[in-house]
T-cell receptor, first 114, second 114 residues
Framework: GDSVTQMEGPVTLSEEAFLTINCTYT??????LFWYVQYPGEGLQLLLK?????DKGSNKGFEATYRKETTSFHLEKGSVQVSDSAVYFC?????????????FGSGTRLSIRP | DTAVSQTPKYLVTQMGNDKSIKCEQN?????MYWYKQDSKKFLKIMFS???????INETVPNRFSPKSPDKAHLNLHINSLELGDSAVYFC?????????????FGAGSRLTVL
């Protein structure tokens, strides 16, 4: 079945460092890909998405490119802030409808030191 | 106004008891979900309803019974609670947005079984 694998955390960086969180997927067909973020004590919220190969999703300085050839959707940010400390989830949606199943990776905890 | 609201936020109970968690969304979405998040932050889909019809039913013990009285509400009832049921349960709803099925999550309901 479809699955998402992301790098294990925790990831600890200093403020203004460059961030990469790796994500790869296995899917039949052409899934949509997402990054969600979960701040402490809250539910997940959508950070960015991409719906087809070579699409780049971006939001709040984060970006990720849908790479079909490497089945990857790595999350990057050029200069992280303390406020970016959270758990980040890579996810895929297995079919093109509002009733599709959305499968999450195991999450990567990110901590940013001032 | 809260888009996806779930109650209660915290629930502490004894093994063997029966409990319910309620969820309501005011976004007009057709599809709603229950996810379980364990202590390691792993997020697993449990159920999904589309316009009050069950469309996803993962391998979940039949002690868990979802009910959707209308498309704005999806409740979760759990019978004979066990220690392993302790987790955070997230309700979510989804809409089709620019070619992808995007989830909006509630804040979660933390269940502790003693």
């Amino acid at each position: 079945g479809d699955s998402v694998t992301q790098m294990e955390g925790p990831v600890t960086l200093s403020e203004e460092a460059f961030l990469t969180i790796n994500c790869t997927y296995t899917a039949t067909g052409y899934p949509s890909l997402f990054w969600y973020v979960q701040y402490p004590g809250e539910g997940l919220q959508l950070l960015l998405k991409a719906t087809k190969a070579d699409d780049k999703g971006s939001n709040k300085g984060f970006e990720a490119t849908y790479r079909k050839e490497t089945t990857s959707f790595h999350l990057e940010k050029g200069s992280v802030q303390v406020s970016d400390s959270a758990v980040y989830f890579c996810a895929l949606s297995d079919q093109g409808s509002s009733a599709s199943k959305i499968i999450f990776g195991s999450g990567t905890r990110l901590s940013i030191r001032p | 106004d809260t888009a996806v609201s779930q109650t209660p936020k915290y629930l502490v109970t004894q093994m063997g008891n029966d409990k319910s968690i309620k969820c309501e969304q005011n976004l007009g979405h057709d599809t709603m979900y229950w996810y379980k998040q364990d202590s390691k932050k792993f997020l697993k889909i449990m159920f999904s309803y589309n316009n009050k019809e069950l469309i996803i039913n993962e391998t979940v013990p039949n002690r868990f019974s979802p009910k959707s009285p209308d498309k704005a509400h999806l409740n979760l009832h759990i019978n004979s609670l066990e220690l392993g049921d302790s987790a955070v349960y997230f309700c979510a709803s989804s809409q089709w947005d620019s070619g992808a099925n995007v989830l909006t999550f509630g804040a979660g309901s933390r269940l502790t079984v003693l």
